[in-house]
């Protein structure tokens, strides 16, 4: 049970009034004083306050039972519409408040939600009267702006005298955790309208059998094919046992190095490098994936995380979640990265850097050495000099002369031979492909 | 060789077309921003509420500044309970309240001039009224801070022990007491409605702005009347037995001496504040007792409890 600061005041002017009352021997202070705690303690005897404290224990050591006989029996059950979703997206919340008390209740309920999410429909604050042994569902919808791990919960409920003098609270755990993806953007169409028709050695059909998902041709049993691959119906027409071949896809390694470092975090909160490459990380990931490209990830911060090259859509909803899990911390140096990579990958595998390619002096011998082993090297370099300016966190001197600075950074590195763009924050992350590439 | 006065365009360079610059690069925009590189951009710097020394002191701020939307019916008819209970309240007070004794009567005929110290009290009761009235109309807190603080500034004075009314004069003690116990718990009425005022208008704007949705409403503000009429008279009941605690110790003490009870009801300090004082230790001593008891949370279990089979 919780003192409201009207009770608070309520009662420091009363013992005031007292005791000014008793100086001045002044009647009408007295009797004021006098009415205003009688207000006081039938507004405290009627929540029941004395439940706590005559118990002599701490607050911290009462059982939820002891929390108040009024909250105890109350409970709730949420459900969400999806265990996953893009940013941007929404979710439908459902909550179900049940009241197992004989009595009715004016109840305040809030179901605590993440600081980032925006109620785009209903309220998850109501205040209702919840009769004996009935239960209530409140409905609204959330949007999700920004990627992550999230989690729903608790429920808090108040319950508080007419007046609001004194109220007490409880928090019901019931918590659902869901994922928000980092968008993707659609990275097909761009790359067919662009003059060349493939800007990566994807999944290419090269005219050998093997393990793949298109058929190649028909060939007779060999004793151990597996029984799945005999197509019956030539058997029937043939009248000897033949097998379906497949054509073998060469499927090329694509490296997705994501700079998740502290300083790709510098700007707005909905509008950094780490969001943007976050989003771009995604929506190559998709775009390859649907190649039947192998995809790997690695994300480098205060540790580096790595998401094994693999191909299909469970691979992307690995990627997806690492990507969504991405947390801005630490300063790794790119090459520590690279160094921990470069024996692992196939050598002219295309690597692709989303990073900001800032506070990292490293960058330079990092690329050098990729393209030393002749890596096809594209760098997405979302600038957070942008982020900032345009946020006018940064006055004109200081963004030309770390737009300067990046400049030369970058052109060294197109001297490497790396592809690299520097990614406006307007710009569609197609576009942004298109220009690192010279198209 | 450029002409004063002549196109900027370039299409006498191109038989017709119309060459246009491209849109400015955000470097060469950056370039023409104009302001000294040490001032920093006004939405640069976050906005941070630094509380005020009486907000740090309450906990927040003391006046809410919500903006609130026009009264609905269940606010109106606070304001016009509130309206109501302000006359009577200032009519009390004017009744209940005499202006010897206090500062500015002490004031008024140390300069001689007798009248200023009732004009200043006049004042003080309609300033309390003025500032209530434009408070709950115009739902503002700050004119209802300062009508609180003038209805109890006007009843500070020295008193003599027994209780004295200027205005009018009840020769029946118990209708004194009742009307002194009338006056208390106007005033707390009074606080309390014009709080609501405040309250519910709160709640009304945040229903209507979609923050808070209310599950039924009538449900919800009928447990509020229900507590705007008991709770003023379990107040005035706890506080008749207060201010008539000499009658009911002499009462008591009355079974066992007649000639003690008769001593007791002729006491001059149970009859003064100090008995008052006494009779409020008793009366919160036994609240106290029910509070240590548990006795609210054992009624509370009982009742939640009781329904279980």
Redesign the interface.
Known sequence: MAWS??SA?FGSLAIA??L???T?????????A??????L???????????V???GRRMEERSDEEA???L??LEAMRKLSAARVFEDGTLDITLKVQNM????K?LEVRDSLPEVMR?KE??N??????G?RRE?V?EYTVECPLRGFYTVGPVCIRIQ????LFHKEKELHVYDDFLVFPKTEDLKDAFVKSKVPKIFTGAVNIRNPGPGSEFYNLREYIAGDPMKSINWPAYGRTGKLMVNERERDAVSDIILILDSRAVSETGPVSRNSLVYGTRAAASLASFFLSRRDSVGLVSYADEIISVDRDTGKKQLYVILTKLAGAMARGSTPLQVVTNRILPHINKGSPIIILSCLEDDSTIVNAVRDLRARDFDTTILTPSSL?FE?D???L??????VL?TERDILISELRGLGAFVMDW?PDMLLSTALAGARGF | MVQKGASSDTSHLYDGKVVRSSAPSRKALAAKMTGSANTIPKDAIPEVHIPSFVESLFGGPLVPKMKFLPADKMVQTLQMASGAVMIMLGVLTYIVTPVSGTAWFWFGETIGVEVLGLAIHLLLVLGAIGCGFWGIISRDSRFLLISYVLFIVVSFRFAASKVSFEWLSFDDELLQKIALVAYAVLLVMYIELTNGVIRFSMLDTSIRTGEVYVMNVKKVLTKYHISLVITPIIAAIVAITTLLFKDVISGFVGIFSEVSALRLEESVELESVYGVALGTMIVFSLVAIVFVADIPGRYQKMREGGSSE
């Open positions: 600061r009207k005041m009034l007292y000014l009352g008793l001045l021997r002044n009647h009408q202070l007295v009797t004021v006098v009415v205003l705690m009688s207000f303690t039938w507004a405290a005897l009627r929540a029941a306050h004395a439940d404290s005559a118990s108040g006989a009024s105890s029996r008390s004989p009595l009715s004016v109620i209903g309220a604050y109501i205040l209702m009267e919840l004996p209530t409140i005298d007419s007046f609001g942008e300016f946020a006018r966190r006055d004109r001197t200081g963004y030309e737009k406006e």
